[in-house]
C-alpha cells in the first residue's frame, strides 16, 4: 500500500515539471563562443520575467542562436517550491560574423552601458538622418 502512494507522488511530480524547449535562429553563421547559462531565475510561475542575458560583450557579431527550455531539473526546482522560483535554461551561440549592410548605409552605435537618455537620442538621431536623407539608418547595439 505504502508503495501505491509514493509511486503515485512519483508520478504527479514527473509530470508536474512540464518540460518546454525553444530555438530561435537568426539565420546568421553560428560561431564557437556559446553562453550556457543553467540557472536563469524567473519567479511565481512565470509571472516574474526571467533575468535578461545580455550577450553583446560576448558576442560582437551578434547572435546565431538562442535556446530556451525548462530542463527536468529546473522543473524540478519549479515543483519542490510550488512555482515560485521557476528557472529556466538558457543557451546563447554568437554569430561568426554580422550581417552585412548595403553599401553606404548609415549606421549609428548604441554602447553597451548607454542610459536610457543616451539610447533615446541615437534613436532620434538615426530617425533624423533616416528623414533628411531618404535612406535607412541602421542601429547596432
Known amino acids: ?8 507522488l512519483a508520478l504527479v511530480a514527473f509530470l508536474g515539471t512540464g518540460c518546454f524547449h525553444q530555438i530561435v535562429q ?3 553563421a553560428a560561431g564557437p563562443t556559446v553562453i ?6 524567473g519567479w511565481l510561475w512565470g ?27 529546473n522543473g524540478l526546482a519549479s515543483f519542490v517550491t510550488l512555482g515560485i522560483f521557476t528557472p529556466q535554461h538558457v543557451k546563447v ?3 561568426s560574423r554580422s550581417a552585412s ?22 534613436v532620434r538621431q538615426a530617425i533624423q538622418e533616416s528623414a533628411e536623407t531618404h535612406a535607412p539608418v541602421a542601429l547596432r547595439f
Open 26 to 28: 537568426t539565420g546568421q
Open 93 to 95: 551561440t554568437c554569430a
Open 1 to 8: 500500500m505504502k508503495r501505491k502512494r509514493w509511486s503515485s
Open 47 to 73: 509571472l516574474i520575467a526571467n533575468d535578461e542575458v545580455d550577450v553583446r560583450k560576448e558576442c560582437p557579431m551578434g547572435v546565431a542562436t538562442v535556446e530556451t527550455e525548462m530542463s527536468f531539473v
Open 101 to 122: 549592410l548595403p553599401a553606404g548605409m548609415r549606421q549609428l552605435t548604441i554602447p553597451v552601458g548607454a542610459t536610457k537618455e543616451a539610447e533615446l537620442a541615437i
Open 36 to 41: 550556457d547559462k543553467q540557472w536563469d531565475p
